[in-house]
C-alpha cells in the first residue's frame, strides 16, 4: 500500500515513516524541501521515496506527490507555541492548518485517494478538565468567526464547568487560534467526504512525548536530568499524555481499518499522572532522584501571573483527561506500550540523538 506522509521529516513524521517502512508499506515522505534534517531512511530500496512540496497553503501543488498514493497521514501542520509572533495569528494558522489541508484533500480525491488520515489536537476539545480535588486552571473568553463551517469557536477560555474527560461526544471548544484552525479543517474534511466518499479519520491526540520532543516537556526533562529542585511537589491534577510509539501504532492502526473511516477518535496512554507523578517517572526513567518541593499550587499560580506566565502554569497546574474508550471499543486497539516503558524509550532514544550529535 501506497502512502503519503506529511511532515516525514518531524518530531512524529519520522517515527512513523521508520515504522511503516519496518511494517512493509510504501512511504513516500512530503517535506517543504528546504530542511537540513536528514530523512534518509526514505530510500528507494527499503519502499521509502521523499517528495519536496514546498511551503503548505491554498495553492500548494501535490500532483506529483500524490501520484500512485492510496492513503494519507497529514501531520504537517504550522504548530502551536507559546510566544506568537504573527501580527494576526489566526489568518496564519488558517492558511496552513486550514486551507493548506483542504486543498490537499481536494486534489487527493482527483487523484483516487482513498482515505485520509488527519492528526489534530486535543486542543480542539478545549484546554482543560475538572480537577476532582481542586480545579487549577482558567481562562479569559473571546470569540472568533470560523471559515469551514461558519460556527463560532471560542479563543481564549472555556465557559461552563469543565468535564472530568474529554470525548469524542463533546460540543469543541477550541480555544486559541492554532485549535480553531484544526477544527476548522476537521469541519472540512469531513464535508469534503460527505461529498466525494473520501475516507477521513481524525485523530486529537494530547501532549505526545518521545525521543526528540520540544517545548515544555523537554524542558521538564533537561530540568529533570540535570536534577534542578523544581517547586512541584504537590501538584495533585491528572494530565493525559500519549508516547511516541502509541501514537504511531494508532495511526497505522487507522490506515486501513475498515470501521475508522469518518470518524474522530481521542487517543493517549490510558494512564493519567499528575505533573509531580510525571516528573517522578522521568527521573526514575533517566536514573536521577527528583528534587520536587511542595510549594503550594496557589502560590505558584499567583507569582506566574505575576511574570506572565499564566499559560505554562495552566499546563503544568491543570488537569486534561481525555476518554480513549472509542478508540478501544470500536478499533480493537489498546496502547503498546506503558508511560514507564514511553519514557525509558525517550531516554534511550535521547542518548542515541545526543551520541549522533557529537559525530
Known amino acids: 500500500m501506497n502512502i503519503l506522509i506529511t511532515g516525514a521529516n518531524g518530531f512524529i513524521g519520522q517515527a512513523l515513516c521508520k515504522r511503516m517502512l519496518t511494517d512493509g508499506y510504501q512511504v513516500r515522505g512530503a517535506v517543504r524541501g528546504a530542511e537540513k534534517t536528514e530523512i534518509g531512511y526514505l530510500r528507494s530500496d527499503v519502499g521509502g521515496l521523499r517528495a519536496e512540496v514546498g511551503d503548505i497553503g491554498p495553492e500548494t501543488d501535490w500532483s506529483e506527490a500524490l501520484d500512485g498514493i492510496v492513503g494519507i497521514v497529514h501531520l504537517a501542520a504550522r504548530v502551536?507555541?507559546?510566544?506568537?509572533?504573527?501580527?494576526?495569528?489566526?489568518?496564519?494558522?488558517?492558511?496552513?492548518?486550514?486551507?493548506?489541508?483542504?486543498?490537499?484533500?481536494?486534489?487527493?480525491?482527483?487523484?483516487?485517494v482513498k482515505r485520509f488520515v488527519f492528526i489534530s489536537t486535543i486542543k480542539v476539545n478545549g484546554e482543560r478538565t475538572r480537577n476532582k480535588s481542586r480545579d487549577q486552571g482558567s481562562g479569559a473568553r473571546g470569540q472568533?468567526?470560523?471559515?469551514?463551517?461558519?460556527?463560532?469557536?471560542?479563543?481564549?477560555?472555556?465557559?461552563?464547568?469543565?468535564k472530568e474527560f474529554f470525548s469524542e461526544k463533546d460540543v469543541p471548544e477550541p480555544q486559541d487560534p492554532y485549535a480553531v484552525s484544526k477544527w476548522e479543517a476537521e469541519q472540512g474534511l469531513l464535508a469534503i467526504a460527505e461529498e466525494t466518499?473520501?475516507?477521513?479519520?481524525?485523530?486529537?491526540?494530547?501532549?505526545?512525548?518521545?525521543?526528540?520532543?520540544?517545548?515544555?516537556?523537554?524542558?521538564?526533562?533537561k530540568w529533570v536530568r540535570i536534577g534542578v529542585p523544581l517547586p512541584l511537589g504537590a501538584v495533585h491534577n491528572k494530565?493525559?499524555?500519549?508516547?511516541?510509539?502509541?501514537?504511531?501504532?494508532?495511526?497505522?492502526?487507522?490506515?486501513?481499518?475498515?470501521?475508522?473511516?469518518?470518524?474522530?477518535?481521542?487517543?493517549?496512554?490510558?494512564?493519567?499522572?499528575?505533573?509531580?507523578?510525571?516528573?517522578?517517572?522521568?527521573?526514575?526513567?533517566?536514573g536521577k532522584r527528583s528534587f520536587l518541593l511542595p510549594v503550594p499550587v496557589g502560590l505558584m499560580i499567583f507569582v506566574a501571573g505575576l511574570l506572565g506566565k499564566k499559560?505554562?502554569?495552566?499546563?503544568?497546574?491543570?488537569?486534561?483527561?481525555?476518554?480513549?474508550?472509542?478508540?478501544?471499543?470500536?478499533?480493537?486497539?489498546?496502547?503498546?506500550?506503558?508511560?514507564?516503558?514511553?519514557?525509558?524509550?525517550?531516554?534511550?532514544?535521547?542518548?542515541?540523538?545526543?551520541?549522533g550529535r557529537r559525530f
Open 197 to 221: 466518499g473520501l475516507e477521513v479519520v481524525i485523530i486529537r491526540p494530547p501532549l505526545v512525548y518521545g525521543p526528540g520532543v520540544k517545548a515544555n516537556f523537554r524542558s521538564l526533562m
Open 311 to 355: 499559560n505554562v502554569a495552566d499546563r503544568l497546574f491543570g488537569s486534561l483527561r481525555v476518554d480513549i474508550s472509542k478508540a478501544r471499543d470500536m478499533l480493537g486497539w489498546k496502547p503498546v506500550i506503558t508511560m514507564d516503558e514511553g519514557l525509558k524509550r525517550m531516554k534511550e532514544g535521547e542518548r542515541r540523538l545526543e551520541a
Open 144 to 162: 472568533e468567526k470560523t471559515e469551514a463551517g461558519g460556527q463560532k469557536s471560542e479563543v481564549g477560555g472555556q465557559g461552563g464547568e469543565p
Open 80 to 112: 502551536h507555541v507559546i510566544c506568537e509572533s504573527a501580527a494576526d495569528p489566526l489568518a496564519e494558522f488558517r492558511k496552513v492548518n486550514t486551507a493548506g489541508t483542504l486543498n490537499l484533500a481536494r486534489q487527493a480525491v482527483a487523484a483516487g
Open 239 to 286: 494530565r493525559s499524555f500519549v508516547a511516541l510509539d502509541n501514537l504511531v501504532s494508532f495511526i497505522i492502526h487507522c490506515i486501513d481499518h475498515p470501521r475508522a473511516a469518518s470518524e474522530v477518535f481521542l487517543i493517549s496512554d490510558d494512564e493519567d499522572v499528575s505533573t509531580t507523578e510525571l516528573l517522578q517517572k522521568m527521573a526514575h526513567a533517566f
